[in-house]
């Protein structure tokens, strides 16, 4: 099972950090990822990470504004959210994989329940 959590209601230009919790399993044998979907939008990935944590993925609209992290001794992947746009306004998605990273949305097996995100003024 994975949990998310941290989402919320930021203004342009703010923060945020989205935590997801993993249970049942242990996330250090699993690739790992954020997807997003925004109203009348198909889901879409923002960042993912490969269980060695050597290789990172984002996508081009995030690139230099989040980042992504996991801690293995709380078993928790994270997305660290800066300079937050409108446009960035979705429900976040963390999934789970076991095997190599990718960017492909149905390559992930497990999924979270979602976490809004909201940036407006």
């Known amino acids: 099972q994975l949990v998310e959590s941290g989402g919320g209601l930021v203004q342009p230009g703010g923060s945020l950090r989205l935590s997801c919790a993993a249970s049942?399993?242990?996330?250090?044998?699993?690739?790992i990822g954020w997807f997003r979907q925004a109203p009348g939008k198909e889901r879409e990935g923002v960042s993912c990470?490969?269980?060695?944590?050597?290789?990172?993925y984002y996508s081009d609209s995030v690139k230099g504004r989040f980042t992504i992290s996991r801690d293995n001794a709380k078993n928790t992947l994270y997305l660290q959210m800066n300079s937050l746009k409108p446009e960035d306004t979705a429900v976040y998605y963390c999934?789970?994989?076991?095997?190599?990273?990718?960017?492909?949305?149905?390559?992930?097996?497990?999924w979270g329940q979602g976490t809004q995100v909201t940036v407006s003024s």
């Open positions: 990470i490969s269980s060695s944590d050597i290789t990172t």
């Open positions: 049942g399993f242990t996330l250090d044998y699993f690739a």
């Open positions: 999934a789970a994989r076991p095997g190599p990273v990718t960017t492909t949305r149905d390559d992930y097996a497990y």
